[in-house]
């Protein structure tokens, strides 16, 4: 079946570690985004992603990074200097500009 | 001023009753809008999405754009406390990014 997945589900991050989340996609679709959400609050754009090799930064970039090699592939990595990373990260994708996105289950970090 | 606002609730409706979800944008380059519900804990999924100015339907759910204005609303009817959730209207605009607004908590009373 075709779809997002992120991975892990859970993930718990040690205070000035950097963390890696994972995002793949098999529908074949040439962008991806990775949103954080807080609790009660809407998605947040940290970075996206329209073709390999090239990402833009979204509005809550810092402290993130991310790289797009492969298609099917857009892993976001929370570094250290993302002072305030507890919360949900959701990675999405879309076929085009103007096309509904399709999202992965999301990642819950907790730094501890 | 966000690029994407929607009333910011909660609001409660009772079970039968309509439920009236708005959003407004600011970016009058803006193309594709999007409606999605988003259960506690779960990633979003579409409810509907529309491009041009109108009304569009689908079963329970109408989603209403007018781009002169430049807001657009979802109508929820015969509510159920199935629908209770958290409502998140996107667009995307000149930036070529998926924007979301901060949503609005659905709560549907039996």
């Known amino acids: 079946d075709g779809g997002i997945t992120q991975s892990p589900k859970y993930l718990f991050r040690k205070e000035g570690q950097n963390v890696t989340l994972s995002c793949e996609q098999n529908?074949?679709?040439?962008?991806m985004y990775w949103y954080r959400q807080d609790p009660g609050q809407g998605l947040r754009l940290i970075y996206y992603?329209?073709?390999?090799?090239?990402?833009q930064k979204g509005d809550i970039a810092e402290g993130y990074s991310v790289s797009r090699e492969k298609k099917e592939s857009f892993p976001l990595t929370v570094t250290s200097a993302q002072k305030n990373p507890t919360a949900f990260y959701l990675c999405?994708?879309?076929?085009?500009?103007?096309?509904?996105?399709?999202f992965g289950q999301g990642t819950r970090l907790t730094v501890v | 001023q966000k690029e994407v606002e929607q009333n910011s609730g909660p609001l409660s409706v009772p079970e039968g009753a309509i439920a009236s979800l708005n959003c407004t944008y600011s970016?009058?380059?803006?193309?594709?809008f999007f409606w999605y519900r988003q259960y506690s804990g779960k990633s979003p999924e579409l409810i509907m999405s529309?491009?041009?100015?109108g009304d569009k339907e689908d079963g329970r759910f109408t989603a209403q754009l007018n781009k002169a204005s430049q807001y657009v609303s979802l109508l929820i009817r015969d509510s159920q406390p199935s629908d209770s959730a958290t409502y998140l209207c996107?667009?995307?605009?000149?930036?070529?990014?998926?924007?979301f607004g901060s949503g609005t908590q659905l709560t549907v009373l039996p």
């Open positions: 529309i491009y041009s100015n």
């Open positions: 992603s329209q073709i390999v090799n090239d990402f």
């Open positions: 970016d009058r380059v803006s193309q594709s």
């Open positions: 999405a994708s879309t076929a085009g500009l103007n096309t509904e996105a399709f």
């Open positions: 529908l074949n679709h040439d962008a």
């Open positions: 996107a667009s995307t605009g000149s930036a070529r990014q998926l924007t």
